[in-house]
């Protein structure tokens, strides 16, 4: 699972060459729509069955979710996260930023030492998909890389295995599966988002309301959000509230 991750997470990766990715995008925004309805389900569906609790179950898959226009409100969600996670506020995206996210998240629920670690392991991780061969990260590129690789087809179906994975294994600090109210508090802790809008969020999130969010509720909101345009959606706030 872990190997899979990490080829799924290179393949995400950021750190491409934007320009090949725009070269590239050109020809898939032709293909991305037939492809989508030649693709059947089971094609593209490849649950990551280790993190839920019980038959895998999306209201949505990935080659479901319609193409990314890159409107103004989808942009400044990404520009939201990026802001998010540039704790340092430098204007960079770093390692070290992820590094102060796992660390604002262990403090947070008072772990240290090996503990602590294990969480700072998952954030660089995350990180190491994110950049690949980079150290930092603009918020232009941010923008960017992730437009060109939301219309890429072959992105779509490699997202369970690589980014929402890597980002649900981030908030289920310890690794039970689930993200309790506490892992999704500390989560938007090391955001630096006050702990009124995690508990917002969970609401949303938890469709069956049994006070947990699964794989599957996670992986609902987190494909709403990067892959939706629409300014009332429910999870626009995924992240915590959207900046100006
Ligand atoms: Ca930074
Ligand atoms: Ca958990």
Redesign the pocket.
């Known amino acids: 699972m872990l190997a899979m991750s990490n080829i799924a997470l290179r393949s995400w990766g950021l750190v491409r060459d934007i320009k090949s990715s725009r070269r590239l995008a050109k020809f898939v925004r032709l293909t991305l729509r037939i492809r989508n309805v030649l693709q059947t389900k089971a094609h593209c569906f490849q649950p990551v069955r280790r993190l839920t609790t019980g038959t895998p179950h999306f209201g949505k898959l990935p080659a479901d979710l319609p193409y990314v226009t890159g409107s103004e409100h989808w942009k400044r969600k990404v520009r939201s996260v990026f802001k998010r996670f540039d704790l340092n506020t430098d204007g960079y995206v770093t390692g070290e930023d992820y590094v102060a996210f796992g660390k604002r998240m262990a403090d947070f629920r008072n772990l240290d030492g090996e503990k602590a670690k294990q969480i700072i392991d998952k954030c660089l991780h995350t990180w190491a998909g994110v950049a690949g061969n980079k150290n930092k990260i603009t918020e232009d590129d941010y923008l960017q890389s992730i437009h060109s690789l939301t219309i890429q087809c072959c992105f779509r179906p490699q997202l369970y295995h690589g980014f929402v994975s890597a980002e649900f294994g981030m908030m289920?600090?310890?690794?039970?599966?689930?993200?309790?109210k506490d892992?999704h508090v500390a989560f938007f802790h090391g955001m630096k988002v006050p702990m009124q809008f995690s508990k917002e969020m969970f609401v949303e999130m938890d469709t069956n309301k049994d006070g947990l969010i699964t794989f599957d509720e996670f992986a609902e909101g987190f494909l709403d959000f990067w892959f939706t345009e629409d300014p009332n959606n429910k999870y626009n706030h995924f992240y915590g509230p959207l900046v100006d």
């Open positions: 289920d600090i310890d690794g039970d599966g689930l993200a309790s892992e």
